[in-house]
């Protein structure tokens, strides 16, 4: 959440231009799979330069633990167990905010100012201009932002902007001990993509290739796959990833009119507030909460 | 390691067999990764399961757990019978050629001189022939039926492809591939480097299975060469300095053992331990055994120490047998132990058979827990419900636990599987009453000194003058330890060479072992770190990356033993006029006068090629063993033994000695092996990469990355027991159960074995009822309580047990598990057109 108000190129429900007068160069992260341990090593930096904790939950028969990205896990790495392709392979796969060029969560986000891209590339939530809505999550073509039930805001990857705007990398490729993922400007990290494939297609890897979806304008987070004719593999990852037709809706018709209703919701509540007084929480609730 | 961490990169074929790099080594499988992207190597993992080394290598093939030495054996047959082995290496650098004595011999599964009473071998006839100067015969045709090299050829002949096959599941076309992998670096430019661990030491036969895969990098010429060698991965941090300082029962520092009870004079314990050359010319290094003896003496005693008084040798103590983990917590079990030190150390949960070990525990006076956690041994005593159920009231051990600081709280040397002794400085300050180790032992000890000198005792003198001249009595400094294990002169250092030059004055630090000498003029704690601390300084504080020849190695980086050297055994990686056989792999060379380059010579630096010395100076032949004589307990050539549980009842080899003759196992527990009808299904134990063994357990992010136990079961056998992933099982072994949630998984195939169908399970070891993670049981509750024949360390990785569906426990599935909806709004579920909103 580094507030580098210079290099915003765009915000979520803002009309008013971003500043223009620098560009930064566009950066990536590369993530290849080929390389890959699933030592959750990144999972693990996450938590730690984020300050996050994850519950410890239970094991439901797979090596991925959480089960699913979560509010205090931004990354995840999911195992697959595939036989297709002639022998048996193990699929691991880092999952997490793709940063696309074209992000559907900004598109679909009616807060002014919760969601921002930066000129290099990176889409960074702003939690404190989060309403907790979730359209993010419907906007989002790889299902990746999580609504914490904590305080109902929405939480993901933020490609670690604040480590990244002074210099360091995400802390995820800080902790990775094999190189399989990489950071740096999207060109070198394209080039860097390309070398790999050509190593993996003389181990028979004909169709390896590099996964950097145009559909929502190309992602800076790619991923260097064996098998880039078939992501999905991969669990589930997107073939086409596209932004949802409902956001394209949503944006043109009712976004107006929802925003006018969020408003009136915000004004009734303020005078609700100067009336009636602030919320209370019911202990009582609270317990039974945490026992579901 | 033979080589180092970095020297991976440079390997053609890269074998990971006996371990799993990728988990339990992540940051050194590093250098795995670099060989595949920049040195086009190919990775082969040999493995029970496809684990994740496996899923990022270019080659995969199962095997039963405990065949190893079956596979490696007819890999030997393999290269033997197509003729790929790099030959100059073999005959110039093995002994190959050494003639074996004529009655010697193998038959039935047993080699001559066996005894059954005591389940010892008489190794008299396990030798060479030797001439009348004491010398071993060669025919360097290699043409005598019984010259090593043939009595390899007949030895291994038995390991056919079916044979092999059958005993260990591995697939034909499978184990051809990985054949003609290894086979593909006998050629002088191509290397195969071996990464192995815990899945090779941890068996009856552990240290077999490592000789198995030396005689194959020997017969390839693989030995000396960067990106070859044997190279263990130590299975914790600093456990190869454990191994270094000697700290196992019979040991002292720098691989010098302690004498015996018989060995009543020093020159008697000296004379079995310094051996003669068994060919002419040979450098013969453990010639120097005095010296390192004698400096050790001297460190420990001070000025007590003189020719006199047989520089006070009666003051060491002395063993009668070897005193290791399985002997010690038998003999507590015997009631025979009063009292016991738990030192880095979690028995309850990390010794095989917990039953076992609870009920030795039990029986002791008392017991000391030196650890920064709160381990279950220290709670053996508690009852913890299902997971630990025991009466405290029954239990009158009087524990007490000593809190000590983690690695981060204090300062020194760690000694990594590179066998480089890296420094390291205190990162933050212990928490509440912690000490280091060094400070308990010391307080321990300068109290015990004061109790020995106001009381006497049976044996005050080696107490009283043990040499103490640390700053501090109760709290030595690393800096002073580590200097003391370098050494230092207490006379005069004159050069041999040169009797007027002095090499180093009366206090000064020596700069290296070459300079101790055995008539009392140097102290040195331990030989092999002679060089580490000098008069130029810290050499382990070095951090300089400088890899002058691009080869990985970097001199200027901390200090490895010995003598800086990286890769061992370098002078066989040039050819026998002094050459390196592949000049991309240049690290050393003969310049015409003596040896130079950029690794220090593991050689007589001023040895001509020519000047009949061979490379392996620290052997008495001057070369490798593929016969290696009488230095193991279980025989001069590995043979495939069962492990003590297995599948088949039987040996396929020799039906009437299935299990190793040798191996360490005490009658009162071969009463609780189990057999296949009861136990059908073959079980190992492992490590997983989200858990570093009993300890990570403890930290939260630890425990959220593997939170909760779970047994690892193929698709097929999962199938037969009606058992769906996630569901609760009961594993049993005939020594305990276990409840856990079972992965059901493609990535462990039924095997045929011995013409039946053999199903393997994976048991992770990490959890206990200590920690941040969901309790669980100790793995080791299965285990069996028996050991290798020369480490004694236990059969950790292959028993059998049977499983069963765990009937009334609920299945665990993603969906309970996630509280329902979590992770979107209900605008969203809408927008999602989900209608249950």
């Known amino acids: 959440m580094a507030l580098q108000s210079l290099d915003i190129l765009r915000r979520s429900a803002t009309t008013t231009p971003s500043p223009q007068q620098r560009q930064m160069t566009e950066l990536a992260k590369l993530i290849d799979v080929t390389k890959c341990i699933g030592c959750k090593a990144c999972q693990a930096a996450c938590q730690e330069w984020n300050d996050l904790r994850e519950e410890v939950g239970v094991n439901v028969g797979s090596y991925q633990n959480p089960h699913d990205l979560t509010a205090d896990s931004w990354t995840l790495m999911r195992f697959a167990e595939t036989e297709e392709n002639g022998t048996l392979e193990w699929l691991i796969r880092k999952d997490g905010c793709m940063h696309c060029a074209d992000p559907g969560c900004l598109k679909a986000c009616p807060s002014p100012g919760a969601i921002i891209q930066y000129s290099n590339g990176i889409v960074d939530f702003h939690e404190e201009n989060c309403i907790g809505c979730g359209y993010c999550i419907t906007g989002c073509p790889f299902n990746i932002p999580r609504l914490s039930e904590k305080d109902s805001k929405v939480y993901k990857c933020t490609l670690c902007s604040d480590r990244v705007a002074v210099g360091l990398e995400p802390a995820c490729i800080k902790a990775c001990p094999t190189q399989a993922l990489v950071f740096g400007s999207k060109a070198d990290m394209i080039e860097h993509a390309n070398e790999r494939i050509v190593d993996l297609k003389e181990r028979g890897f004909q169709n390896a290739g590099l996964y950097d979806p145009q559909g929502v304008g190309g992602t800076h987070v790619m991923y260097v796959l064996h098998h880039a004719d078939k992501p999905e593999i991969y669990n589930e990852l997107p073939k086409d990833p596209t932004i949802s037709a409902m956001v394209s809706v949503w944006k043109g018709i009712f976004k107006p009119l929802a925003t006018a209703v969020l408003g009136l919701t915000a004004l009734a509540g303020f005078f609700h507030y100067v009336t009636v007084g602030p919320n209370q929480t019911e202990e009582d609730e609270e317990d039974t909460h945490e026992q579901a | ?837």
């Open chain 2, 1 to 837: 390691m033979t080589n180092t961490w970095m020297d991976i990169k440079n390997a053609n074929v890269i074998l990971v067999m006996g371990g799993n790099a990728a988990e339990a080594h992540p940051v050194g499988f590093k250098w795995v990764i670099e060989a595949k992207a920049h040195n086009k190597a190919q990775l082969v993992v040999v493995d029970p399961r496809f684990n994740r080394t496996a899923s990022v290598a270019d080659f995969y093939a199962p095997i039963r757990v405990g065949t190893d030495i079956a596979f490696l054996s007819g890999v030997i047959r393999y290269l033997l019978e197509k003729d790929t082995i790099q030959h100059d290496y073999v005959k110039a650098y093995t002994n190959a050629s050494f003639l074996v004595r004529e009655d010697f011999g193998f038959e039935e599964g047993l080699f001559t001189g066996y005894d059954d009473k005591t389940r010892k071998y008489d190794k008299t006839t396990w030798q060479y022939e030797l001439d009348e100067q004491g010398y071993a015969k060669v025919d360097e045709t290699l043409q005598h039926p019984r010259c090593v090299l043939n009595l390899l050829k007949a030895h291994v002949s038995r390991y056919t492809l079916d044979m092999v096959c059958d005993i260990t599941g591995t697939p034909r076309e499978q184990y051809l591939k990985v054949c003609e992998l290894i086979a593909s670096t006998a050629v002088p430019n191509r290397t195969l480097t071996s990464l192995y661990a815990l899945g090779w030491t941890q068996h009856s036969v552990g240290a077999q299975n490592i000789r198995t895969l030396a005689i194959i990098q020997l017969l390839l010429g693989n030995i000396g060469m960067p990106g070859g060698g044997v190279n263990a991965l130590r299975g914790h941090s600093n456990i190869q300095g454990l191994t270094d300082l000697g700290l196992l029962s019979d040991q002292l520092p720098g691989y010098l053992n302690l004498a015996r009870d018989e060995e009543t004079s020093r020159a008697a314990y000296l004379e079995k331990r310094t051996p003669k050359p068994l060919r002419p010319g040979q450098v013969n290094y453990w010639s120097n055994y005095g010296k390192f003896h004698t400096s050790l003496l001297k460190a420990w005693f001070g000025k007590a120490p003189t020719r006199d008084n047989d520089f006070c040798y009666d003051w060491m103590p002395k063993v009668d047998k070897v005193y290791d983990g399985l002997r010690a917590f038998d003999l507590m079990e015997q009631g025979k132990l009063d009292g016991y030190f738990c030192q880095g150390f979690n028995p309850l949960a990390s010794f095989p058979n917990k039953g076992k070990i609870t009920s030795a525990l039990s029986k002791l006076k008392y017991l000391v827990v030196m650890d920064p956690l709160a381990t279950e041994t220290s709670e053996f005593w508690q009852n913890h419900g299902e997971f630990h159920d025991v009466k405290p009231e029954d239990i009158q051990t009087e524990v007490f636990r000593l809190p000590t600081t983690c690695f981060a709280e204090e300062e020194g040397a760690l000694v990594n599987s590179s066998r480089w002794l890296q420094w390291h400085w205190k990162g933050a300050e212990p928490p509440g009453e912690a000490r280091t180790d060094i400070d308990i032992i010391a307080a321990l000890f300068v109290k015990i000194r004061e109790l020995y000198g106001h009381e006497g005792g049976a044996f005050p003198d080696p107490i009283l003058n043990l040499h103490w001249p640390y700053r501090k009595a109760e709290e030595p400094g690393p800096d002073e330890l580590a200097k003391e294990m370098n050494g230092y002169a207490l006379a005069d250092i004159p050069d041999p060479k040169d009797p007027t030059k002095i090499l180093a004055k009366a206090g000064q630090q020596l700069s290296s072992f070459a300079q101790l000498a055995d008539d009392g003029s140097t102290a040195c704690g331990t030989w092999i770190f002679s060089g580490s601390w000098t008069e130029a300084g810290n050499q382990m504080a070095r951090r300089d990356t400088t890899d002058p020849t691009g080869l990985g190695i970097a001199p200027s980086w901390a200090w490895a033993w010995p003598a800086n050297r990286r890769i061992l055994y370098n002078r066989a990686s040039c050819d026998l006029a002094g050459k390196p056989w592949d000049e991309n792999r240049k690290l050393i060379q003969w310049d015409g006068s003596r040896w130079s380059g950029l690794d220090v010579p593991d050689f007589k630096a001023d040895a001509a090629p020519d000047s009949g010395t061979s490379p392996f100076i620290m052997t008495d032949e001057g070369v490798a063993r593929l016969f290696c004589r009488q230095l193991m307990a279980d025989g001069p050539f590995p043979e495939h033994y069962e492990p003590f549980e297995n599948p088949l009842g039987t040996n396929l080899l020799h039906p009437k000695v299935v299990s190793n003759p040798a191996a360490r196992v005490f009658d009162s527990d071969r009463a609780m092996l189990g057999e296949s009808k009861e136990f059908p299904i073959v079980a190992t134990t492992y490590r997983l990469t989200e858990h570093f063994h009993f300890w990570t357990k403890h930290a939260r992010i630890n425990a959220s990355l593997q939170p909760q136990q779970f047994v690892e079961i193929g698709e097929e056998l999962a199938e037969e027991l009606g058992i769906a992933n996630g569901e609760r099982v009961v594993v049993r072994s005939k020594r305990g159960r276990i409840r856990a949630v079972a992965m059901v998984t493609k990535r462990i195939k039924a095997l045929t074995v011995g013409g039946k169908t053999v199903h393997q399970i994976g048991i992770p070891i990490h959890w206990g009822f200590k920690g941040a993670a969901k309790k669980g049981y100790l793995a080791n509750t299965l285990t069996p309580f028996l050991g290798d024949a020369n480490t004694q360390t236990p059969e950790f990785k292959a028993f059998l047990v049977s499983v069963t569906k765990d009937s009334g426990a609920a299945v665990n599935s993603a969906k309970t598990a996630m509280k329902d909806g979590a992770g979107s709004s209900w605008l969203a579920r809408i927008l999602k057109g989900r209608t249950e909103v």
